[in-house]
């Protein structure tokens, strides 16, 4: 019997775990994770905050109209009572006073006529010129997804729509982002010279709407999908330290040397930052390619206000977006205990999650005094109250959210064929960055080197 195959994969954020949870069911291969920090989970975290016990500090939904998530959740064995969906309640966006977002949009952009009629949200230069759009030729975006928002729709639409949305989820500036980076606008512009006769096309096609909520999370908040993901691999004995960093990785023979322990295969499953430097020596070139990739940073606020302070016309709302022309540094703000019914603290306060920063909008310079200063002015200015919070949380994500450029999937395909077969790059600064593309890519990852021969 040939001995398994010894891979280390290193991070233990989402990606690292969901590649450790792919491996150790294969007796082919012996694996082991490293993680740098003193807990799993990187980019999320889940404490009690405001007399609740499991609050998140980051992510606190994942989609569930992509199947990768919801059947991760199933195979680490979250069943159905351990898991919830969002009450359903909408979202506005902050321009001049809170708006309803218009019905009938795809991620923003207009598939609908009427809402965007009567919406409040735009003004009727901004409408009229929206409405040139299913006249206008053919774009070509040269894969910015702001260019082509703003050559279709005119800046209204992409500010104060596609850009809050879009930016909000990925803290990022479309502008300055891939538009193949967001697979449902980019088959859209990819079909249709027109998106908004496009939008209505796929609209009128789409199933009829069923109950079945898009969004899904562990009851436990989303450290659950985190430990049920490490018992899943430390139960088939797979070995998980924290703790550990990985500093250098050479060549040795067929197999890696990283640092102390030597392995047949390695999943890099740390941001591409991190990742750049140990690559230095098996491929400079990948190292200088992802040394480029930038990251924006984010700080997520948990706050309480007191029942009596809330306004009774912001009940039934999940929370509200800023655009980016009226943005100081917060960026939105999730109305957490509308949003989530189990999110409601005892005392009847409201449980709010405050975002500040995001590409080109940096907030590494602000102290924690500034940060929540800047969040009780922003956000009690944005609701019209003098915001008197009675809890108070402050979680910093430094490069938190990485750019994905235009042209990026053709940078990280470039630099993936650079890199020997049995060293592969996992996580969300490659395909993808919500919690599912962080998962199906660790499938990826690990489909490569289970191709590959010893
Ligand atoms: C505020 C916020 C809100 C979000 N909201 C959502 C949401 O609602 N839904 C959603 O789907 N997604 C959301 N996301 C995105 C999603 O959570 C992340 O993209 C995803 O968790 C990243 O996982 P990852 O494993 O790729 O990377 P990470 O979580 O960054 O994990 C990488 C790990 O590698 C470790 N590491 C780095 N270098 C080394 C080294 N040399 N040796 C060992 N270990 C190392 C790090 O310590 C880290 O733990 C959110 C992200 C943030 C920050």
Redesign the pocket.
């Known amino acids: 019997m040939t001995a398994a195959r010894r891979v280390l994969i290193?991070?233990?954020?989402?990606?690292?775990?969901?590649a450790g949870v792919e491996l150790v069911d294969d007796p082919a291969f012996e694996v082991e994770i490293?993680?740098?920090?003193d807990r799993?989970?990187?980019?999320?975290a889940t404490s009690s905050f405001a007399g609740l016990d499991h609050i998140?500090?980051?992510?606190?939904?994942?989609?569930t109209r992509v199947p990768h998530?919801v059947a991760f959740a199933r195979k680490v064995g979250l069943g159905i009572d351990d898991l919830t969906a969002p009450t359903g309640v909408g979202a506005m966006v902050w321009h001049d006073g809170l708006h309803d977002i218009p019905g009938g949009i795809l991620l923003g952009v207009p598939a609908a006529i009427r809402p965007f009629v009567t919406t409040s949200l735009l003004s009727w230069k901004g409408k009229l010129r929206a409405a040139a759009e299913p006249l206008l030729p053919r774009t070509d975006p040269d894969d910015s997804l702001g260019r082509l928002i703003r050559t279709r729709f005119g800046d209204e639409v992409h500010d104060r729509l596609v850009d809050s949305l879009v930016g909000s989820?990925y803290?990022t500036d479309t502008d300055r982002s891939s538009l193949a980076a967001v697979p449902q606008l980019a088959d859209l512009a990819a079909k249709h010279r027109s998106l908004l006769l496009g939008g209505m096309a796929v609209r009128r096609r789409a199933p009829a709407p069923t109950d079945s909520p898009i969004?899904g999370a562990p009851r436990r908040g989303?450290a659950g999908l985190v430990e049920a993901a490490a018992s899943y691999v430390t139960g088939r004995g797979g070995v998980i330290t924290t703790g550990?960093?990985?500093?250098s990785i050479e060549a040795d023979g067929p197999r890696w040397r990283v640092d102390d322990g030597t392995f047949d295969a390695v999943i890099l499953?740390?941001?591409a930052r991190?990742?750049a430097p140990?690559l230095a020596t098996v491929s400079p070139e990948a190292s200088t390619g992802l040394g480029s990739f930038e990251h924006a940073d984010?700080i997520?606020m948990r706050l309480t206000v007191a029942a009596d302070q809330w306004p009774q016309q912001l009940t039934g709302r999940s929370g509200y977006l800023v655009p980016k022309p009226d943005q100081r540094y917060v960026t939105a703000a999730s109305f957490a205990s509308q949003k989530w019914a189990h999110w409601a603290p005892p005392d009847g306060s409201q449980l709010l999650r405050v975002?500040l920063g995001r590409d080109g909008l940096p907030t590494a310079h602000l102290d924690r005094d500034a940060a929540i200063a800047a969040t009780i002015d922003e956000t009690g200015r944005h609701l019209g109250f003098d915001l008197q919070p009675v809890d108070i949380s402050m979680?910093r994500?430094t490069?938190?959210?990485?750019q994905y450029r235009p042209h990026h999937h053709r940078l990280v395909a470039d630099l993936e064929s650079v890199l020997p077969p049995t060293i592969v790059l996992?996580?969300?600064?490659y395909h993808g960055?919500?919690?599912?593309?962080?998962i199906s890519?660790a499938r990826r990852a690990t489909a490569r080197i289970k191709d590959t021969p010893r």
């Open positions: 290193v991070g233990g954020g989402i990606a690292g775990l969901a490293w993680e740098a920090a799993l989970g990187g980019k999320i998140d500090e980051a992510a606190d939904a994942y989609l998530a989820i803290a969004f989303m550990r960093t990985a500093t499953a740390s941001p991190h990742t140990l984010v997520m975002s979680t994500w490069d938190a959210f990485p996992a996580g969300a600064s960055i919500g919690i599912p593309a962080c890519g």
